[in-house]
C-alpha cells in the first residue's frame, strides 16, 4: 500500500486530500510512522523525529495513528490476497508476499501482469486506497519491484534480468543491508549491487563473515529461494510508550507498567493465544535500555498475572534520574488448552489470599496502634486510556488531569453538526472540521473541551458500498473493467 496511513487519513478526510499529512507520535519525543508524498516533497520520512518534520514541512497536517481504521482496511486487502493463494505471507498491516503460481493463478509473465493490474484496480475500488504491485521470481525481488513501482503503479522483473536490473542499483536495496553494513561496503569501495558480484564471494565473505557475506553474495546475482511461508507465526506480544517528559515518581512508573501490562493483554487476547515469560522494558533517562523478564508455571492470558509480574519485574529496576521509556511484553506464546486455566485460576487464587490477609494484618496493626483510617493505599490504581487517546498510541507522559483528551486526528460526532475529526485543541478549546469519506470538504467549528454534545467516535469506511468482488480472480466485476480502462487510460503519458 502507498504511504499506507497517511493516504488511510487522506480518504477519511476530504480537506487533507492532496496536501501534505503526517502520521505519528505528536509529542516532543514523537517519531512520523508514515508521510504522504506531498509531505515527502519537504523532506519528511518515516522514522524522522517528529519535532524535524514540524520544521521540514511546519504546514503539514499532523495526526496521531487510527489503529482501528488501518486494521480494518488490511483484513480487506489480506482477504483480497487470499482469493489469489493459499500462501499469503503478511509482513505488516500494508505489505504482504503472494505465491502465484501455487494459487494457479499465474504462470507466466503475462498471466502474472494480467493479475497484478486487476489486484491494483480490486484494492482501489475495495478500501478506495492504492497500493503499488511487484511481480518477480523471489521475494527479495518482488519486494525490490513493489518499491520500484510506488506509488500506485506495477513492476515485473522478468526472468533473466535480475542481474541487469540490480547492478546499478545502491547496496542498501538488498535485505540485511542497513547503514552499518552499508557503510562497511561504502569503505571498502562498494557502493552498488554490480560492485558486490565484482568482489566475489571470497571477499564479501572476508569483510562480513561466512554467513552474511555468502547470503549477500548470493542476493547480488539475484538468487533468493525462501519460499513464502503463510499465517507466520507472531513470537511476542508487546506494547510499549515514550514519555514526553521523563518519569521521576517511582509510583506513577509502577502505574504505567500496570497500564501497559493491561493494554499488553488486550492484544494477546485479540489474536488468541496465551504467554508464559512476561518481559519489562525499561529506558532510563540517559538511553540505557534494560530488560527484564520471569517465566510463569504455564501460559495465561490474565491481566492480574501479568499486571503483577511486571510489577515484580520493575522492583528489581533502578528508575533513579527518570524514565523516557516503558514497555511490558509476553513470550513463549501458546494457544490457551484447559490445564492453563486450572494454573491460572490456582495462581490467582494464591495471590488474591496473600493480598487478603496482608490487607488483615494490616488492619489488625492500625487497629492497635489507635488509627481507624484502615490499611493504607498501595498507590493509586492504574488509569484508565484518556479518553480521545488511540488505544495503540503513544503516551502522553503529561499526566494531566483532563477528563477528556482531544488528540488531532480523532474521530468525534457532535448532536447537532455530525461527525467529523478534530483538527487540534488548547487552553481549554477544541476544533473540529466536519466532513466524511465521500464528501465535498467541511466547515471548521470550535467548542469547550467538555462539551457535552461532542463524543469520541468510532472511524467511517472509507468506501460506503464496495463493488461485489466474490467472483474474482475468476472473473473482473462490470463495475470495474469498466473504470479500469478508463483509469489507464488518464495515466498513460
Known amino acids: 500500500m502507498d504511504a499506507f496511513y497517511a493516504s488511510a487519513e487522506q480518504a477519511a478526510k476530504p480537506s487533507l486530500r492532496g496536501k501534505p499529512v503526517v502520521v505519528g507520535g505528536l509529542g516532543t519525543r514523537g517519531v512520523v510512522a508514515t508521510a504522504s508524498y506531498e509531505a515527502r516533497r519537504f523532506g ?13 514541512a511546519p504546514n503539514a497536517a499532523y495526526l496521531v495513528p487510527r489503529f482501528a481504521l488501518y486494521r480494518t482496511v488490511s483484513d480487506q486487502v489480506m482477504e483480497l490476497l487470499g482469493r489469489l493463494s493459499p500462501l499469503v505471507e503478511p509482513l505488516s498491516l500494508d505489505e504482504a508476499f503472494v505465491d502465484l503460481e501455487a494459487g494457479g493463478v499465474a504462470d507466466d509473465s503475462r498471466s502474472a501482469r494480467a493479475i497484478g493490474e486487476q489486484l491494483r484496480l480490486v484494492i482501489r475500488a475495495v478500501t478506495g486506497l492504492s497500493g503499488s504491485v511487484g511481480l518477480a521470481g523471489s521475494k527479495m525481488l518482488a ?5 520500484e513501482a510506488k506509488p500506485d503503479g506495477l513492476l515485473l522483473i522478468e526472468p533473466g534480468t535480475e542481474r541487469e536490473l540490480l547492478a ?10 542497513g547503514p552499518a553494513t552499508g557503510d562497511h561496503l561504502r569503505r571498502a569501495g562498494m557502493t552498488v549491487v554490480h560492485d558486490l558480484v565484482e568482489a566475489g564471494e571470497a571477499e564479501l565473505v572476508r569483510l562480513l563473515g561466512r554467513s552474511h557475506g555468502a547470503a549477500l553474495h548470493r542476493m547480488a546475482l539475484g538468487h533468493d529461494d525462501r519460499p513464502v511461508v503463510a499465517e507466520r507465526d507472531a513470537k511476542s506480544v508487546s506494547v510499549e510508550d515514550t514519555f514526553d517528559v521523563d518519569l521521576h515518581d517511582r509510583v506513577r512508573v509502577r502505574t504505567e507498567v500496570e497500564r501497559l501490562a493491561g493494554r499488553c493483554v488486550g492484544r494477546l487476547r485479540g489474536a488468541g493465544r496465551s504467554g508464559r515469560t512476561v518481559v519489562l522494558k525499561v529506558r532510563r533517562y540517559d538511553f540505557s535500555t534494560l530488560t527484564r523478564s520471569e517465566t510463569l508455571r504455564g501460559p495465561t ?5 501479568v499486571r503483577e509480574a511486571a510489577a515484580r519485574l520493575l522492583e528489581a529496576v533502578d528508575t533513579t534520574g527518570g524514565v523516557r521509556l516503558l514497555g511490558v511484553g509476553v513470550t513463549g506464546l501458546a494457544d490457551f488448552t484447559q490445564e492453563d486455566l486450572f494454573a491460572q485460576a490456582a495462581d490467582a487464587r494464591e495471590a488474591e489470599d496473600a493480598r487478603q490477609a496482608a490487607d488483615a494484618r494490616k488492619a489488625a496493626e492500625a487497629e492497635r496502634s489507635g488509627d481507624d483510617d484502615g490499611p493504607p493505599a498501595e498507590g493509586p490504581p492504574a488509569r484508565d486510556q484518556a479518553a480521545g487517546q488511540a488505544p495503540d498510541g503513544p503516551g502522553t507522559g503529561s499526566g494531566e488531569p483532563e477528563t477528556r483528551r482531544w488528540s488531532a486526528g480523532h474521530d468525534v460526532r457532535h448532536e447537532v453538526h455530525g461527525y467529523g475529526w478534530v483538527q487540534g485543541s488548547g487552553v481549554g478549546r477544541v476544533t473540529v472540521r466536519f466532513e466524511e469519506p465521500g464528501s465535498a470538504p467541511g466547515r471548521v467549528r470550535t467548542f469547550r473541551i467538555d462539551d457535552p454534545r461532542l463524543r469520541p467516535a468510532e472511524p467511517l469506511p472509507l468506501v460506503r458500498e ?10 473482473l466485476p462490470k463495475s470495474l473493467s469498466g473504470a479500469g480502462v478508463a483509469d489507464e487510460a488518464e495515466s498513460s503519458p
Open 466 to 475: 464496495p463493488p461485489d468482488y466474490s467472483s474474482w480472480p475468476a472473473s
Open 143 to 147: 519486494k525490490i519491484a513493489s518499491e
Open 44 to 56: 519528511v520520512h518515516s522514522a524522522m523525529p517528529m519535532a524535524q518534520a514540524r520544521r521540514l
Open 301 to 305: 492470558d490474565d491481566p492480574v498475572v
Open 168 to 177: 546499478p542499483m545502491s547496496v542498501r536495496i538488498l535485505p540485511g543491508v
